[in-house]
């Protein structure tokens, strides 16, 4: 219990007599009396001899201190706070509590030391509530297929800007799962697509903006292996460290080092042991390996035992106390080791929330009801949209639209229910947000942005594709034909088929046959298998582009942007091109076997010589981008410099996104006996606006991490060094698009690969 409080004055100390801090208690714990402190260092050694000059306070405002701590530049110590808590306070902290506000998730707070309530939300597309008060910004997939940290950055920092002003703290995302099963029914939510090297350079970035916003803490989810949704409450993920360690740590890795506060456990089992009480993963990997600081939340219901989760990692049970209210509260009152592992998780909540300066605020009320949708977040919506957006095929350059005048305008034919629909710009679950009026259709877009372009140089017909015999005879009368496709995705199921509905694929080719000119608009959660790919002139795949969908659409449909997005993952020819079995997916007896290791998505493709329909990193812009047939490359500390020579050929502004592959000749086998490796493996990108006709040096750094092999044996990364001069870094617009790529490769990669290297 505490004895005695004292609080800092204002202004501090002065001369050479004790310091005045900001909170200092004498406290009687397990028979012993001592002195805890939440001050600096100065503090605690003055404390230690009895030189705290004693400001007495009431217990009402003795939470005072915290904040007191942080305007004086003092550094709370969040053990000595962690251990002025009762148990009951513990316990209130490592279970969440119901709700009367709407928040997702929501803990106790403790007055008396000035703890606020934690408000945990969805999600990552968006603060997910009250429908209409708030931005519904673009999936996290179309976030990926920007290819570029710095929106990604952008994108986190406005979502954590409306959870503040909602009233919440810890933002429920990014999702950082990489897409191994193409039908997995949240990869929509995930921005790390196929690749571990674009996950982890998204994941750091989107950390960083998130927690940019003072109050907020981000949370890196779902750890690990939550691939799939078929039987995501049991299945095992059996997996080989190689190709957890090179492949889906990668992004989580990455949040861990750009200070995410918080790491959500998922619900399936890894190796046989429940993600939520794996010490391997969770102690192991996470706290050991990585550093990690903050504290782990189960994924909602997701949370099997007490103190075996407790012991295992894992610092707080959500939604409610099943396992970690008074089960954990009896345990830890009658077991040491429980107890101190209790106070463990405390210390590591608090410093999730001194790490966003939460200690020593006030709850706010609850604001889920604050509209914190505007105009501007309407307009980075759009603009994230725009980015996102992935130009498929443009054949004959059918793209951009030119519009007519008033006296002869381009004739429009809009087809299909999805581009009338407000409800095809989100996935469902976690991940949805219900944008209500502020959506706006791809017919509403278009029709305003020929207005604004060219009042009357463009008409736009509208016909939701019900009857196609009317549509096709539609079609005829037109200039262009722009058909939206859109199908659902979200938590809880895979997605049943990679198509469209039948009726929707015989209608684009029956539509394709009779336009002059057929433009394809394909609203996606993830893959898609377009088998009338050939017979259209133009496909534009957005991936639930968000409540700026038309606005987006109009700004490329017309060329006031030149698409710059990238296929963050491939898309096949066929359904079940990638041949997993039934053990691999969706597993036998609750086990899905990850046996074909890093071989997934653009990797299998390479691997076994399949040329999927669109390609991993694909996308088309307005313009033409020429490589210099070579680039250099120089050894820097912990990695290389490449630099290439690119210009744009064509009369307009736009962007490419310039990816470097590094690729290994035949005999390079992985150290690893048994793991097959990938042919090429993307190591860096990088996303570059051109002026018309400019010609840029672009440099790209290389990271040896990346470019190294996951060893078991000595639990790191090593660089291959026994494959020698068969290294080599490909450079172009794609993984299958590969411009620098020849013997003059070769010799630099003898001469500068290998140099350095420890």
Not at 33 to 38: D, E, K, P, R, S
Not at 250 to 256: E, L
Not at 304 to 310: D, F, G, K, M
Not at 400 to 417: M, Q, T
């Amino acid at each position: 219990m505490v004895k005695r409080q004292g609080r800092a004055r204002a202004g501090g100390s002065s001369g050479s007599g004790p310091p005045r801090c900001a909170l200092y208690y004498v406290v009687w714990t397990a028979g012993i009396l001592g002195v805890a402190f939440l001050g600096g260092r100065q503090c605690l050694r003055a404390a230690l001899v009895d030189q705290v000059v004693p400001l007495p306070v009431t217990p009402a405002t003795a939470g005072d201190a915290a904040a007191a701590a942080a305007s004086a530049g003092e550094e709370i110590d969040v053990k000595v706070l962690a251990r002025l808590l009762s148990l009951d306070q513990k316990i209130g902290l490592a279970h969440g509590a119901p709700s009367g506000c709407g928040y997702t998730g929501l803990t106790r707070e403790v007055p008396l030391f000035r703890i606020p309530e934690l408000r945990e939300n969805d999600g990552p597309q968006g603060f997910r509530g009250k429908p209409g008060k708030s931005t519904a910004y673009p999936s996290g997939l179309a976030m990926g297929a920007t290819f570029d940290p710095e929106l990604v950055f952008r994108w986190g920092r406005e979502v954590s800007r409306e959870f503040v002003e909602k009233g919440a703290n810890v933002l429920l995302g990014p999702g950082l799962n990489l897409m191994r099963v193409p039908r997995n029914g949240r990869t929509f939510e995930y921005l790390s697509g196929e690749d571990p090297h674009l996950g982890a350079q998204m994941a750091g970035a989107v950390v960083r903006g998130m927690q940019s916003v003072e109050g907020v803490i981000a949370t890196a989810k779902h750890f690990v292996l939550n691939n799939q949704e078929t039987d995501r409450m049991s299945v095992s993920a059996v997996v080989d460290p190689v190709t957890l360690h090179e492949m889906y740590y990668a992004p989580f890795r990455a949040a861990v080092r750009a200070g995410v506060g918080a790491v959500m456990c998922a619900y399936n089992r890894v190796n046989g042991v429940y993600a939520c009480e794996d010490d391997e993963t969770l102690t192991g990997t996470l706290r050991d390996d990585w550093g990690f600081k903050g504290f782990v939340m189960s994924d909602w219901g997701a949370t099997h035992s007490n103190t075996r989760a407790l012991l295992a990692g894992l610092d707080q049970e959500m939604p409610l106390g099943v396992n970690f209210g008074s089960r954990l509260k009896a345990a830890a009152s009658s077991n040491a080791t429980v107890a101190h592992a209790l106070t463990r998780s405390t210390e590591r909540i608090l410093h999730a929330m001194h790490q966003a300066n939460l200690l020593g605020t006030k709850t706010p009320p609850c604001l889920t009801g604050v509209d914190t949708s505007s105009l501007e977040r309407h307009r980075l919506a759009v603009d994230l949209g725009v980015a996102g957006s992935v130009l498929l095929r443009n054949s004959g350059r059918a793209l951009p639209l030119s519009l007519g005048h008033k006296g002869s305008p381009l004739r429009i034919l809009l087809l299909g229910r999805a581009a009338n629909d407000t409800q095809v710009v989100t996935g469902g679950g976690s991940g949805h947000v219900e944008a209500g009026p502020h959506v706006v259709t791809a017919l509403a877009g278009l029709q305003r942005t020929i207005n604004m372009l060219e009042a009357g140089g463009g008409v736009v017909d509208f016909d939701d594709g019900s009857d196609p015999d009317r549509s096709v005879a539609a079609a005829k009368q037109v200039d262009v034909a722009v058909v939206v496709l859109a199908t659902s995705s979200e938590e809880g199921a895979d997605r049943p088929s990679l198509q469209y509905l039948p009726h929707e694929n015989k209608l684009v080719e029956q539509v394709s046959a009779a336009a002059p000119k057929t433009v394809i608009v394909a609203l996606a959660p993830g893959p898609m298998v377009l088998p009338w790919t050939d017979q259209v002139d133009a496909i534009l795949a957005m991936f639930f582009p968000g409540q700026g969908f038309g606005d987006a659409l109009g700004r490329l449909l017309f060329g006031i942007e030149s698409p710059s997005g990238r296929l963050p993952v491939s898309f096949p020819r066929e359904g079940h091109e990638v041949q997993f079995t039934a053990a691999q997916y969706p597993g036998v007896n609750k086990e899905a076997n990850y046996s074909e290791g890093s071989l997934i998505g653009y990797r299998w493709f390479d691997a076994h010589n399949v040329a999927p329909r669109f390609a991993f990193g694909h996308g088309l812009s307005y313009v033409d981008f020429a490589y210099s047939p070579r680039a250099s490359v120089a050894r820097v500390p912990n990695g290389w410099i490449l630099t290439a020579q690119v210009t744009n050929e064509g009369a307009m502004a736009a962007r490419e996104v310039v990816q470097v592959y590094l690729a290994f000749g035949s005999g390079c086998d992985h150290p690893q006996a048994g793991f097959v490796r990938a042919p090429k493996k993307l190591v860096a990108f990088t996303r570059v606006l051109f002026a018309p006709r400019e010609m840029r040096s672009v440099l790209l750094f290389i990271e040896t991490e990346t470019a190294s092999d996951w060893s078991p044996r000595a639990h790191a990364f090593r660089f291959p060094h026994h494959c020698k001069d068969r290294l080599e870094f490909w450079v172009g617009p794609s993984s299958s698009d590969i411009r620098i790529k020849d013997h003059g490769a070769n010799m630099w990669a003898r001469l500068h690969l290998l140099s350095g290297i420890s």
